[in-house]
């Protein structure tokens, strides 16, 4: 239990379809981070969170959209996806930019995207 | 640009033997953080360690340990004994102190299969 959790564990959606990818951190941490990991592809860093605001958009499609109400939840909102977006989707927390490149991230299960 | 670099995409050893996973880095930044981190099927990343450019000391944890070398600048990481538990997928990482702070650049991993 590393004190992040991702909901669904699992999902399956038509490229029509609209759902949402939750995250909640019990850290106290400042600093929240969506990855994709894609079959025999390294870890894309997607977006990063410091305090609710967006500091990094790695180049990342509209048919996703980030959302960070507080410092506890970040989620992530799908649409119009493609097949090519299947991939595991993972959330991690960090104490944040006060801590600067000594950050240790810790990363929820993550959910497993299936787009049909 | 900062890259890091797993060369072994898998290995496979038998349970009891020792095994080293290579992570070598490229950085223009004399102050930066190296991490590893386990992948089991389940899904999250677990934090194994964090060390800092300024102290090439070597640590055991365990089973575990790591060397570290700025000569050569890598960051290998050795099994003694290998379990069958020790079987994962293995991400060396890196965090430099030039950039926003508290990004990690990963390499591609290294999966491990422990066979009993």
């Known amino acids: 239990e590393t004190g992040v959790t991702q909901t669904p564990r699992h999902l399956v959606m038509g490229m029509t379809n609209k759902k949402s990818l939750k995250c909640e951190q019990h850290?106290?941490?400042?600093?929240m981070y969506w990855y994709k990991q894609s079959a025999k592809k390294p870890l894309e860093l997607m977006f990063v969170y410091n305090f609710k605001e967006q500091t990094e958009n790695n180049s990342v499609p509209s048919r996703f959209s980030p959302e960070c109400p507080n410092s506890s939840h970040l989620f992530l909102h799908l649409h119009t996806l493609q097949p090519e977006d299947s991939a595991l989707y993972l959330c991690?927390?960090?104490?944040?930019?006060?801590?600067?490149?000594?950050?240790?991230?810790?990363f929820g299960a993550g959910t497993r995207l299936s787009v049909l | 640009a900062q890259k890091v670099t797993q060369a072994q995409t898998e290995i496979s050893v038998v349970e009891k033997e020792d095994v080293t996973l290579d992570c070598v880095y490229e950085t223009r930044d004399t102050t930066y953080y190296l991490f590893w981190y386990k992948q089991p099927p389940s899904g999250e990343l677990v934090f194994l360690i964090r060390r800092n450019s300024f102290d090439e000391q070597n640590e055991i944890s365990g089973r575990y340990s790591w060397n570290f070398q700025k000569s050569t600048s890598s960051f290998n990481f050795t099994i003694t004994a290998s379990q069958v538990v020790d079987s994962a997928v293995y991400f060396c990482a890196l965090s430099e102190a030039g950039n926003a702070g508290n990004m990690l650049t990963f390499g591609g991993g290294t999966r491990l299969m422990v066979k009993p």
């Open positions: 850290l106290g941490h400042n600093a």
């Open positions: 991690a927390s960090s104490q944040g930019r006060l801590q600067g490149a000594k950050n240790i991230q810790y």
